[in-house]
């Protein structure tokens, strides 16, 4: 029996169906995984919403203008009132911008901290998974990148990412990563 003849007896008549199906399945098992700290779903469904408020952020924002230029030119009580209304929604549209900005330093601070945390496990010599290097990995990317977009001085955790590429190779050269049937968690 061909894969072809037996996606036909599933009831997937392409084979594309298939591909759809089982990308779908896996991003399912990706999100719920808590070892796995990137959710697809997640992560769609917030630039989803981000780009959905935006645009009603905007339309309100163009109907707030329209309809206080229509009231000034009826009540110039009303033109103080909106006054204040707009500095207040421009206070709190500082506020939530600096909520914004000090959450990107959180975040930012909590991969700076997963990556010293990763490296100096290592330097005490405890084994981690290949999985494991991969995630940490992959955060150092980012921070690299993020350090390298906002021109940001690296430091010490510039070094940290050193010894963690050097010790990910000195692994896949020797496949001496860390397994489930592996008793020894010292390099």
Not at 64 to 88: E, F, G, P, Q, Y
Not at 115 to 127: P, V
């Amino acid at each position: 029996m061909s894969f072809h003849d037996f996606l036909s007896e599933m009831g997937i008549q392409h084979p594309s169906s298939f591909w759809g199906i089982l990308i779908f399945l896996m991003s399912i098992g990706i999100e719920i995984i808590p070892q796995i700290k990137w959710n697809p779903w997640s992560s769609l469904i917030k630039w989803i919403g981000n780009n959905f408020n935006n645009k009603i952020r905007m339309k309100i924002d163009e109907k707030v203008d329209a309809l206080s230029d229509r009231l000034v030119k009826k009540d110039t009580d009303l033109a103080v009132k909106i006054d204040k209304i707009n500095d207040k929604v421009d206070e709190l549209s500082n506020a939530l911008q600096k909520h914004i900005s000090e959450s990107e330093i959180k975040s930012l601070q909590d991969t700076r901290r997963d990556i010293l945390d990763f490296c100096n496990a290592c330097m005490n010599g405890r084994k981690h998974t290949k999985e494991q290097f991969d995630f940490v990995i992959a955060e150092c990317d980012s921070y690299d990148k993020y350090v390298e977009d906002n021109d940001i001085k690296n430091g010490v955790i510039e070094a940290a990412i050193k010894e963690i590429r050097r010790l990910y190779d000195k692994c896949i050269q020797e496949h001496s990563f860390l397994t489930e049937l592996s008793n020894d968690e010292k390099y």
